[in-house]
């Protein structure tokens, strides 16, 4: 079974540019969660899907960051315009099932490394 | 708010030492669960162990085991006779342990890189 997959691996852009970043969670995996890591810091939770609702946004950093899952499968999370603070690496997660009795274990991809120049 | 420090950022080791990785935590909650994750050079998180908060038996996995003490909030993480491929970041987790819709968003510490020497 393949595991959580993100695209690009790594990202090198211009500050103001924009840059769209996707992940693809393990098949019938309704979570879906964004994190990153800034500059060597701890991994911070950034929001949180339920198939295609946005459940938990608390941790969006500001406007600039939009992330969508349209048809509650893959996910995209979009940087307009990418500053030098949002450089780090952006991973993606996935659990099964949001009404589950029992813990439901994250399982990460990747990430994708972005460097803002 | 949660919260979770790992105050060794780096650790360098020699093949066959045993290494100890700290990890102290705050939360409000009587209940939570603790996690350990493994990022080697590869780049993603490899999940190695979840804990509950009523659960302080120490748990042992191969060369790996757990200490955790609720009564200093903490849950350290000990390598037995580290191996080469050991070497990676290792970060601590928090989460809430309500199941809920919410879903159960991790608190993660800074993480400390181990680096085993041959």
């Known amino acids: 079974e393949a595991g959580v997959t993100q695209f690009p691996s790594h990202s090198v852009i211009e500050k103001g540019q924009t840059v769209t970043l996707r992940c693809d969670p393990i098949?019938?995996?309704?979570?879906l969660y964004w994190y990153r890591r800034v500059m060597g810091k701890e991994i911070k939770f950034l929001l949180h899907f339920v198939k295609e609702s946005k459940q938990d946004e608390s941790g969006m950093p500001n406007n600039r960051f939009l992330a969508e899952r349209t048809g509650g499968t893959y996910s995209t999370l979009k940087v307009q315009p990418a500053e030098l603070e949002d450089s780090g690496v952006y991973f993606c997660?996935?659990?099964?099932?949001?009404?589950?009795?029992?813990?439901?274990?994250?399982?990460f991809g990747p990430g994708t490394r972005l460097t803002v120049l | 708010a949660q919260k979770v420090t790992q105050a060794q950022t780096e650790i360098s080791v020699v093949e066959k030492e045993d290494v100890t990785l700290d990890c102290v935590y705050e939360?409000?909650?009587?209940?939570?669960?603790l996690f350990w994750y493994k990022q080697p050079p590869s780049g993603e998180l490899v999940f190695l162990i979840r804990r509950n908060s009523f659960d302080e038996q120490n748990e042992i996995s191969g060369r790996y085991s757990w200490n955790f003490q609720k009564s200093t909030s903490s849950f350290n993480f000990t390598i037995t006779a580290s191996q080469v491929v050991d070497s990676a970041v290792y970060f601590c987790?928090?989460?809430?342990?309500?199941?809920?819709?919410?879903?159960?968003?991790?608190?993660f510490g800074g993480g400390t890189r181990v680096l085993v020497k041959p």
């Open positions: 987790a928090l989460s809430d342990f309500m199941i809920k819709a919410a879903g159960n968003k991790l608190t």
């Open positions: 939360t409000r909650d009587t209940t939570y669960y």
């Open positions: 997660a996935s659990s099964q099932d949001p009404y589950a009795s029992s813990y439901n274990e994250q399982f």
């Open positions: 098949s019938g995996h309704d979570n």
